[in-house]
């Protein structure tokens, strides 16, 4: 575990509840309380109102296989192929004119995609692969931005049986070739570029880079012509192919799904590893797909008649799960925007909203910090009526942000579902049903049915109701990492090791996320064991205290991190953003630190409150809390070249020092 033994605190006061309208949860999936009772009485058996969501070539022999804990296998036996049961199915039973993907480029282009042309496309990209030399269990790269031919593609692969690992289009040519030097990854799927805020970037350079530091060598390359006359004028390769000629070529091809067993590995997802170096997190295909299903239908509450958004890249867990899998499973209208929420106005989103009637808006935290910083005026242009369901994911959501959304985004008429869970999960963890469970703003709410998740301190014993602790899952779950890719030790070691006893064959999955539970059972995430401050001896976790600041009015937005004290030991410095019309005057500092106080005690006080116009953030929308550490306790600054924004970290580090 991370810095010191002392338990976490947990300060902040309970918040106030909201109820779904009765209007939703007569229309919801699931609306029956008992479903809890059920779930924990019949489980694991339970788990198969989640397969029986798809269509199995082979039924399974058993739903849960814990003879080889934490090596376990859901629905051993059963066979299927998850293309076939995104695309094939639904056309065969009579929704090919149904809208699968719509999608809208970054300058307002428009691509609709029925289930009849998503069905002619992914098999006309997978009779491509096979003659290019693709084959069952190949791990084909892509590396591609928000564009079509990126879910094209992923179906594509599962319907051949090869493993896709998507890496990010923002990531450097480095983390390409790390990536596919790790999965030993042949062939790659890209594109020459893709619109940022107005401007082409060249993508094939950054490929073609990256390429050439695959250590086994390449033996073919797809790329999209994405750009076409604002292309940059790149000549492809001897084992590089035009998307549009393969298509053509293999114009009206079919291609038989393979039968995948429902442990073969669906795809890979790398993600971000203590030691540096990626992880690849296997998921397969029975259990990772029926997950997705049943938590997309139980918790998004998607109907195949909706039009359904989630904000999130593909490049990252939430887009595989809740952009491509999950909703297509279930037969819904996905929707895929390539640009960002600020071009080339602020109501972008909203517009979107607006033009497509979208029922479900699925978004992070990171994202409705900015539109409350931009201001309400920019949703308010908009006609928001069809809105349903809202949800947020990646990281805690403060409750000013939380009851901005439910007001200004729902009308007060959406619930929101907050929900909990990670890259290796493949799927939402903790978070209310919609149809059943009241919202407290800033907590995700229950463990899901069949969720088996506790608050723990350090030896591993239940904590008493109010208090914090250590988030862990005592039960496996059907949409769980199989391991890491070739590195069975570092699975186990990695999130098995703190609080598992394998001499008893009891194993607990440890997330390494700090966490409180209420008297209802619900959970606060309060961030990362390694967002924890130990300040005096209390060890405070980080949400909480951003969340005190954001509750300040004119504050949009705050990240909070440790830096050395010759006396407390830790102390908190607070970088914090501002909404516009707002000055940072020494009266707004003194107002967030009075803030904190009130809201958590003068134990968490601030030792210095930033203002600074924006905080460093991956790619992804997490803040970089390592570097304002850095600049918190006058380090060198480390690697800033994932950033998003590297310039601000100077920025900061300048003012921080005239200070």
Request: charged share 30%; glycine share 10%.
């Amino acid at each position: 575990m991370s810095d010191g033994d002392g338990e976490l605190e947990a300060r902040l006061v309970e918040q106030e509840e909201f109820e779904p309208s009765d209007e939703f949860v007569e229309q919801a999936n699931v609306s029956d309380p008992a479903i809890y009772d059920e779930f924990e009485e019949n489980w694991p058996h339970s788990w198969e109102r989640a397969a029986e969501m798809l269509d199995w070539f082979e039924d399974y022999d058993s739903v849960l296989d814990d003879s080889e804990g934490p090596f376990y296998e859901w629905f051993q036996g059963g066979k299927l192929n998850a293309s076939y049961n995104c695309v094939d199915r639904h056309v065969e039973n009579g929704d090919k004119n149904r809208v699968a993907i719509k999608w809208e480029g970054e300058h307002g282009e428009t691509r609709t995609y029925t289930y009849q042309d998503l069905y002619r496309e992914v098999n006309e990209f997978s009779a491509a692969l096979l003659d290019l030399g693709v084959e069952e269990d190949d791990v084909v790269t892509l590396y591609m931005p928000m564009v079509p031919e990126l879910p094209i593609a992923m179906l594509a692969c599962a319907r051949i049986g090869a493993p896709h690992s998507v890496v990010f289009a923002g990531f450097s040519a480095d983390a390409l070739a790390t990536r596919m030097n790790s999965a030993d990854s042949r062939f790659l799927v890209t594109c020459d570029g893709y619109y940022r805020r107005g401007d082409a970037l060249d993508h094939l350079e950054k490929a073609n880079e990256g390429l050439s530091g695959v250590d086994h060598g390449v033996d073919a390359a797809v790329v999209v012509d994405r750009l076409g006359d604002d292309g940059f004028g790149h000549d492809l390769k001897g084992n590089q192919h035009d998307w549009d000629d393969l298509m053509a070529d293999h114009d009206g091809a079919r291609v038989d799904p393979v039968e995948r067993d429902a442990e073969d590995m669906l795809f890979l997802m790398y993600t971000s590893g203590t030691t540096g170096e990626p992880k690849g997190v296997k998921h397969t295909t029975g259990g990772y797909l029926a997950y997705t299903s049943w938590t997309s239908h139980a918790v998004l509450d998607l109907k195949p008649e909706d039009t359904y958004w989630c904000s999130a890249d593909i490049g990252w867990i939430t887009g595989h799960s809740y952009i491509v899998y999950g909703p297509l499973a279930l037969g819904t209208t996905t929707v895929m925007y390539e640009g960002t929420p600020d071009f080339p106005e602020r109501d972008r989103l909203w517009e979107i909203v607006e033009k497509y009637a979208v029922d479900v808006f699925y978004t992070a935290p990171t994202a409705i910090r900015a539109f409350m910083k931009w201001g309400s005026e920019f949703p308010e242009r908009r006609d928001l009526s069809s809105l349903r369901l809202l949800g947020t994911v990646g990281e805690p959501i403060n409750p000013r942000a939380w009851k901005w959304y439910y007001q200004h985004i729902g009308d007060e008429s959406c619930p929101v579902v907050d929900t909990w869970w990670q890259t290796e999960t493949g799927g939402m963890m903790v978070t209310t049903l919609p149809g059943i469970g009241k919202m407290k703003p800033g907590s995700a709410g229950p463990p899901l049915p069949g969720i088996d998740a506790r608050i723990v301190d350090t030896a591993g014993e239940e904590v008493e109701a109010g208090r914090a602790g250590y988030l862990t899952v005592n039960k496996p779950w059907p949409g769980m990492l199989r391991t890491l890719y070739n590195n069975d030790d570092r699975f186990v070691s990695e999130y098995w090791q703190e609080y598992s006893d394998p001499a008893a064959d009891e194993w607990v999955y440890f997330p390494e996320d700090g966490a409180k539970i209420d008297d209802d059972g619900y959970i606060t995430i309060l961030g990362r064991v390694d967002d924890v401050l130990n300040v005096s001896g209390h060890r405070l976790g980080t949400m909480e205290i951003e969340s005190a600041i954001v509750g300040v009015e004119g504050v949009a937005e705050a990240a909070v991190v440790g830096g050395d004290h010759e006396v407390k030991g830790e102390a908190v410095y607070a970088y914090v953003i501002l909404e516009d019309g707002y000055e940072e005057t020494a009266e707004m500092r003194e107002r967030i630190i009075e803030g904190v106080e009130d809201a958590i005690g003068p134990i968490a006080r601030p030792e210095q409150v930033i203002f600074t116009p924006e905080l460093p953030k991956t790619r992804s929308g997490k803040i970089m809390r390592r570097l304002l550490e850095e600049i918190a306790n006058g380090e060198e600054l480390g690697d800033t070249t994932t950033l998003r924004n590297p310039d601000i970290v100077t920025e900061i580090q300048t003012k921080v020092q005239g200070d």
